[in-house]
């Protein structure tokens, strides 16, 4: 499966984004839908995963609350929802499908990645 990570940017401390991942090639709704971020010096980090159906997720508790995945598979996207953002957010963000569980939150849990897309939080 390809994925295409859009919807980065400039947005200031406390404003929303909403990131979209389009997969093509393969059935999406067979996959655990994830996405990661990895800043400037930092390895890559999990931050929230959903199931092949939608009906469960599982957030970083860096990110509860605050942000919110979803998917649509009639689509074959995966998005996700960010507000109350925070300096600390700014990130390359990847989407990201796997078989495994919606708990692995180790970046090999997945196997399909897309390219990243940018979110840049100024405060």
């Known amino acids: 499966v390809q994925l295409q990570a859009s919807g980065g940017g400039l947005v200031q401390a406390g404003g929303s984004l909403r990131l979209s991942c389009a997969a093509s090639?393969?059935?999406?709704?067979?996959?655990?839908g994830g996405w990661f971020r990895q800043a400037p010096g930092k390895e890559r980090e999990f931050v929230v995963s959903?199931?092949?159906?939608?009906?469960?997720?599982y957030y970083a508790d860096s990110v509860k609350g605050r942000f919110t995945i979803s998917r649509d598979n009639a689509k074959n996207t995966v998005y996700l929802q960010m507000n109350s953002l925070k300096p600390e957010d700014t990130a390359v963000y990847y989407c990201?499908?796997?078989?495994?569980?919606?708990?692995?939150?180790?970046?090999?849990?997945?196997?399909?990645w897309g390219q990243g897309t940018l979110v840049t939080v100024s405060s």
């Open positions: 959903i199931t092949r159906s939608g009906g469960m997720t």
């Open positions: 090639g393969r059935t999406f709704s067979n996959y655990v």
């Open positions: 990201a499908a796997g078989l495994k569980s919606v708990y692995c939150t180790d970046y090999g849990c997945y196997d399909h």
